[in-house]
């Protein structure tokens, strides 16, 4: 019985995309990077910087995090572009070393999962290190399509890489919704025609309620129920009802198995 209402849900659902920023939204990743960040530093015979100091910075990719760092400890920002190979030699063997999923967020994504919604990570962080990440902490398997600072020649704000992610799973735009926690993945979503959610817990570089979500979340848990709340409207929009029913259908197979 269980079963096949789930089988139904997952019919239901499944070409409904969530599209996933990683630094600051699945994980927090701040320590690893800001180790790799110091080692660079360090050899430039630069002063470190402090975990603050790298959550003010990442967001743009690793050519942006590396120049600033060069800007904020004194060196010279055009070193960037020459650093930024050895900024990734020393991040990628740490990069899943003491970054980990924020609470709730392998939970929902198995959920989001099983109840057939299509899951794609887009993020500004190199392809090789966001995969490092998605497989060392055990996400991957969730994830359907994954497009990286340096997959296209465009990176968030810009929405080429979420019409990329949302090309590969085969979903239009009107059926997607971007979870992020900074302004370029709401700017990046408004660009493309996705719905955007917010989360504030992450790096934001300005107050997550002035971001221009459709929604803001405190806990990744909460986004089934944000889903709910904001789907698009439209062939796909999900009414409370129904989602709940696979929300709830979802858990409790989990929770069977
Ligand atoms: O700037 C980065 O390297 C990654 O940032 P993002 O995962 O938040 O897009
Ligand atoms: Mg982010």
Do not use: C
């Amino acid at each position: 019985m269980q079963k096949s209402r789930m089988t139904i849900d997952r019919a239901r659902h499944r070409t409904d995309a969530v599209l996933l920023d990683l630094d600051g939204t699945l994980v927090d990743s701040l320590r690893d990077l800001t180790e790799a960040l110091n080692a660079v530093l360090t050899g430039e015979g630069l002063p470190s910087v402090s975990l603050a100091q790298t959550r003010a910075m990442v967001g743009d990719g690793a050519g942006k995090l590396v120049e600033r760092a060069l800007q904020a400890t004194g060196g010279d920002p055009a070193r960037a572009h020459e650093l930024v190979p050895r900024f990734l030699t020393l991040y990628e063997p740490i990069a899943s070393r003491h970054t980990r999923p924020y609470p709730g967020v392998v939970e929902t994504l198995g959920s989001l999962s099983e109840a057939g919604f299509a899951l794609a990570v887009v993020t500004n962080k190199p392809v090789r290190a966001t995969r490092i990440v998605l497989d060392g902490l055990g996400l991957a398997p969730f994830i359907g399509a994954v497009i990286g600072g340096d997959t296209l020649a465009q990176r968030k704000p810009d929405p080429a890489p979420l019409r990329a992610a949302l090309r590969q799973l085969r979903v239009p735009p009107g059926r997607a919704v971007m979870v992020g926690d900074n302004h370029h993945d709401v700017e990046a979503a408004r660009a493309a025609g996705v719905a955007a959610i917010a989360v504030s817990y992450g790096y934001a570089h300005r107050p997550p309620h002035d971001l221009g979500a459709d929604a803001v979340i405190d806990d990744f848990a909460e986004l089934p129920a944000a889903l709910i709340r904001i789907w698009p409207r439209g062939t796909a929009r999900l009414s409370a009802a129904s989602a709940s029913a696979a929300w709830t259908s979802a858990r409790t197979v989990r929770t069977r198995s």
